[in-house]
């Protein structure tokens, strides 16, 4: 349960929501996020920083770039549950799969 209120908390800034969605469409460069936002690179890197201490994204360099992707399938149903386009186009770089419902 710990772990569900760091994803859901980690998901409840605006910066970081913004973040996530935009990785629905997979990965990306900070040099990416950074306009999308509309927030300082400083600030985008802090979000990310804490968007992968909960998990939710992960990182690797290429070169001289950082990329990002989401790392917790978990977010696609998120986005689905908020009717988001985004959640339920479900690509390969992101959330494909997702989770399976308990039925």
């Known amino acids: 349960m710990?772990?569900?209120?760091?994803?859901?908390?980690?998901?409840?800034?605006?910066?970081?929501?913004?973040?996530?969605?935009?990785?629905?469409?997979?990965?990306?460069?900070?040099?990416?996020?950074?306009?999308?936002?509309?927030?300082?690179?400083?600030?985008?890197?802090?979000?990310l920083?804490?968007?992968?201490?909960?998990?939710?994204i992960a990182s690797r360099r290429a070169g001289r770039k950082m990329l990002y992707s989401i790392k917790d399938k978990r977010v696609c149903d998120v986005f689905k549950a908020l009717g988001h386009k985004k959640g339920w186009i479900l690509k390969k770089a992101c959330c494909k799969g997702g989770l399976k419902s308990k039925e």
Not at 4 to 9: S, T
Not at 27 to 45: D, G
Not at 49 to 56: H, W
């Open 49 to 56: 920083k804490r968007l992968e201490e909960a998990g939710i």
């Open 2 to 47: 710990a772990q569900d209120v760091v994803f859901l908390k980690a998901l409840a800034d605006d910066t970081r929501f913004s973040i996530v969605e935009f990785l629905l469409d997979g990965e990306k460069c900070v040099c990416e996020i950074t306009p999308h936002v509309k927030r300082a690179q400083p600030t985008v890197s802090l979000q």
